[in-house]
């Protein structure tokens, strides 16, 4: 196989690689690039070979991997590829032979005394009359290995100028220079070359390493649990409205059973009364007419009073439901929502732990009433001023301080024990913070924090502040950031619980934020767990 040394453009990677030909070969035409196109599937091929595939084919279709594309895409010549394919073409056609009259044969050496390549055939001539001529492969441009200000050959290479020369140069514009040899300079650059090719190939791997970690992780993202899980969240909701919704048209259709069926029997029994009292009326009317005053007298008693019937003014059928039936089903429903919700906030907590960072106070920041530890994990009041130099990174005024770590891409997670502490602040800051004078921590401001005060309220630092109820005061906070997507969440680490979320959009580095408001108890220490187990810290 051939190999071709290339360098790439400006604007990519400068170093050299090697390629192989057969890299350069296009699947259709099975030759060397002519016009390479790439189509998002990230294969190659001539623009005219995929054209004509396409015209060819029912489909937009990739040749390689099959891949189907709903309409023809927008294809354009990868210059570089083409470069390449260019270059191997070059070296498959070689140096002709200065020699030959007519057609010209592919030369086999080029001599640097004569400055001329010459065939199989016409080299044999050559050697039989020059025997001491240096001869190397075949290249073109052979004058440009004569120095063209005095036109010898350049055989020197001058160490403090870079460049080649010939002995009359180390005479005249190279004059007292350290001058080698071509061939000795050729073979430390050679190997400084190799060196180089070395450090790029392992370059080269590392991007195809990083491109396969990309690509398998959007591949188990399609199959992945966390994936399947957040499907079965909604799969569970749906699932239980359903069957609420069943159990509640059941409870509504039984309902207008038993009202039917009641209703049923009440009108059986009043339209028995109805004819018990229709007879009553006939004799009322018959004894009314009578002009048999013995009969009249006789049956009087018995008729003069109505009936004994049933007192029918409060019999009601209700077909509504019970009340509170459609807000007992709702109710249900709300457990089952908070149920799917703690679980879900299970998922989070467990999938944003891994991207657990170490984070340290950065003791230049911090406002002189803070006392941290030496391994920066924990900060407390000091209970007296600190006579600090007043740099341009330091809170002077609100007793506040940032972490050491910057965020500026990325996701980022750490947790906080913030304990019995009353008064306190938490989150993340723009880098470019006002750190002089008062200071009003919102989110125009560049802050995005959860704060506790006075041990009995909490809020976020949205305009205007948002107030929050927690069912259970949060002893260790954990604080999440997503760079890319603006987020920055807390959670109740004990509780595994969600506390607040701010999306918004970064446009510059982010630090994490420590604000502790001043307090009686100099004790008090607000400690960064570790990044390796999380786990509580001794206080200073």
């Known amino acids: 196989a051939k190999y071709l040394l290339f360098s790439l453009p400006s604007g990519m990677a400068s170093p050299t690689s090697l390629l192989s030909e057969e890299q350069c070969h296009c699947s259709i ?8 196109v790439s189509l998002p599937c990230g294969h190659n091929f001539c623009m005219a070979c995929i054209v004509g595939y396409w015209q060819t084919s029912a489909l937009y279709q990739c040749p390689m991997c099959k891949k189907t594309f709903y309409k023809q895409p927008d294809i354009s010549i ?49 050697n039989a009359r020059f025997t001491k001529h240096k001869l190397v492969e075949p290249v073109k441009n052979l004058e440009d290995r004569m120095c063209k200000r005095h036109e010898r050959l350049l055989e020197l290479f001058c160490k403090r100028d870079q460049t080649c020369v010939c002995v009359l140069c180390t005479e005249t514009d190279h004059r007292a220079h350290y001058t080698v040899p071509v061939e000795r300079e050729w073979t430390e650059k050679r190997a400084q070359l190799r060196k180089t090719e070395a450090e790029v190939q392992q370059m080269i791997q590392d991007r195809l390493k990083k491109v396969e970690e990309i690509q398998q992780s959007v591949k188990l993202s399609k199959k992945s649990a966390d994936r399947e899980d957040s499907v079965q969240v909604f799969t569970n909701l749906i699932r239980a409205i359903q069957q609420t919704q069943a159990e509640l048209i059941a409870v509504m259709e039984e ?6 069926t009641r209703a049923e029997d009440l009108i059986k ?10 007879r009553r009326n006939v004799e009322l009317v018959q004894l009314s007419n009578t002009e048999d005053h013995i009969h009249f007298l006789q049956s009087f008693p018995s008729l003069c009073t109505p ?56 003791p230049r920041t911090a406002n002189p009433w803070l006392l941290l530890s030496e391994d920066g994990k924990q900060v407390k009041h000091a209970g007296t001023w600190q006579d600090l130099p007043d740099d341009q990174e330091r809170f002077d005024t609100v007793v506040i301080v940032l972490g050491k770590e910057a965020i500026s891409s990325g996701r980022h997670y750490w ?57 259970s005061r949060p002893r260790k906070v954990g604080v999440y950031v997503d760079f890319e997507e603006g987020q920055v969440s807390f959670y109740n680490v004990k509780a ?16 994490p934020f420590f604000y502790l408001y001043c307090c009686d108890k100099a004790s008090d220490t607000m400690v960064i767990c570790s990044g390796r187990d999380r786990t509580f810290i001794k206080q200073c």
């Open 29 to 36: 035409c099975l030759d060397v690039f002519t016009n390479p």
């Open 78 to 126: 990868n210059t570089v590829l083409r470069e390449i394919a260019e270059q191997f073409k070059e070296m498959r056609a070689g140096v002709p032979c200065d020699v030959c009259t007519g057609e010209k044969v592919k030369a086999v050496k080029s001599c640097l005394v004569c400055l001329t390549s010459y065939c199989d055939e016409h080299m044999r001539t050559h």
């Open 255 to 260: 309902k207008q059973r038993v009202a039917e």
């Open 269 to 278: 029994e009043l339209e028995q009364e109805i004819a018990e009292l229709q």
């Open 307 to 362: 009936p004994h019937t049933k007192d029918w003014s409060d019999v009601t059928v209700y077909t509504d439901l019970p009340v509170g039936t459609v807000r007992r089903a709702v109710a249900q429903l709300e457990e089952k929502l908070n149920e799917e919700m703690e679980k879900l906030t299970d998922m989070e907590l467990k999938k944003i732990q891994k991207y657990t960072v170490d984070v340290t106070y950065d």
């Open 415 to 471: 947790e906080v024990q913030v304990g019995e502490k009353d008064d306190w602040y938490l989150g993340a800051a723009r880098a470019s913070v006002n750190r002089k004078g008062r200071i009003a921590v919102s989110i125009a401001n560049g802050y995005w924090a959860l704060a506790m005060k006075k041990g009995q309220e909490y809020k976020v630092s949205s305009t205007p502040p948002v107030m929050l109820t927690l069912d």
């Open 496 to 511: 595994r619980s969600h506390i607040y979320t701010f999306m918004d959009s970064f446009t510059e580095k982010l630090y």
